[in-house]
């Protein structure tokens, strides 16, 4: 088994996100010792924004085999092939302005590729890739969900939308919300995380 671990916060390792997803893919690893863990950080300009040739490609102004790939298209089949090797997808992010940050956002538009991981249909967008189980682990300075929600969400039913286009529906979510409304709300979101996680690998086969 293979499992793939995306951490998006410029904070690296030192963030929410990161401990969050962390603690996932310990769940994950107790049940698949044997499982070999990729982990790509998405920071710091890593992956790269599109550029002329991919837009060429997905415009149809220019095959896609036309010419051996290059920049971001070469970087695009890379990052679609880690992916399609992937058994599991553990996604750790944080909440920037309501949504994914930049550096996700950069991850999904190499991956998300008409004529590659999803067709263009009369019936609409069907996804080219197998399902597998796919845990995010959201962080916000802010709450967003429950009764206590002070701000919106669009990061849960966009990242929902764009990954079931190219076929991953099996989605999971948990969250450290109000990291940024001190020390003792931060240790109560830990808490709640800490006890989702548990409570879903407690009744779903990962």
């Given amino acids: 088994m293979k499992i793939l671990h995306l951490y998006c916060s ?3 390792r030192a963030s929410e996100s990161y401990r969050l997803s962390r603690s996932i893919l310990d769940r994950l690893l107790e049940r698949h010792p044997s499982a070999r863990v990729v982990e790509r950080a998405l920071a710091a300009g890593a992956p790269s924004h599109v550029d002329g040739d991919y837009a060429a490609v997905l415009g149809g102004m220019r095959a896609a085999d036309a010419a051996p790939a290059r920049g ?6 890379r990052l679609i092939r ?3 090797e992937a058994d599991r997808l553990v996604i750790g992010t944080p909440m920037h302005n309501y949504t994914v940050p930049s550096a996700l956002k950069a991850w999904i538009d190499h991956v ?3 004529h590659r991981t999803f067709l263009a249909t009369p019936e609409g967008k069907t996804g080219s890739l197998r399902d597998r189980p796919v845990f995010v682990a959201v962080s916000s300075g802010g709450r967003y969900s429950h009764g206590e929600a002070r701000q919106p969400d669009f990061l ?3 990242l929902i ?3 079931n286009t190219i076929g991953l529906r099996d989605i999971a979510f948990f969250s450290v919300e109000g ?3 001190g020390p003792q709300a931060l240790a109560t979101a830990r808490e709640r995380a800490a006890r989702r996680v ?4 407690a009744t779903v086969a990962a």
Avoid: Q
């Fill in 198 to 201: 548990a409570e879903h690998f």
């Fill in 161 to 163: 939308a764009v990954l």
């Fill in 156 to 158: 849960t039913p966009y």
């Fill in 82 to 84: 880690e992916l399609e």
């Fill in 179 to 181: 990291a940024a409304l």
């Fill in 72 to 77: 971001s298209l070469d970087e695009s089949d």
């Fill in 10 to 12: 410029p904070r690296g």
């Fill in 112 to 114: 998300v590729r008409v």
